[in-house]
């Protein structure tokens, strides 16, 4: 990876330009798959504070950003979702997990969109 932004810095060859800024892309892409499987792996302690869902969410569609492209994504939170008691970086891995998942399953679609909906059960 590191080689690569390096070749980017020198190079004025547009179609190679975008080789590289894929590669790396895709270098980061792996690197977060390995860091989540690592983190799986690991029998840690949960490490349990409040965050928000809906941050969560948008920081892993975020990550996630060049995956998503060319899919329609639908989000749907409910503002007054109160504060989550839980691990914040197992809860990070899980979504991560399941829009890849989804990603796979929408990628064979002519019109690809995921929903995500984010309720409180009353």
Do not use: W
């Amino acid at each position: 990876m590191g080689n690569a932004q390096l070749a980017t810095l020198d190079c004025s060859h547009p179609p190679t330009l975008k080789i590289l800024n894929m590669l790396i892309e895709q270098t980061r892409r792996g690197k977060n798959l390995t860091r989540n499987l690592v983190a799986f792996a690991k029998s840690h302690e949960p490490r349990q504070s409040f965050f928000r869902i809906n941050e969560k969410i948008e920081l892993v569609l975020t990550l996630l950003r060049k995956d998503l492209e060319g899919i329609d994504i639908n989000c749907d939170h409910d503002p007054d979702i109160p504060g989550l008691y839980a691990d914040p970086e197992m809860t990070e891995n899980a979504l991560v997990n399941v829009i890849q998942n989804a990603i796979h399953v929408v990628s064979l679609s002519t019109h690809p969109q995921i929903k995500i909906r984010v309720r409180e059960k009353r």
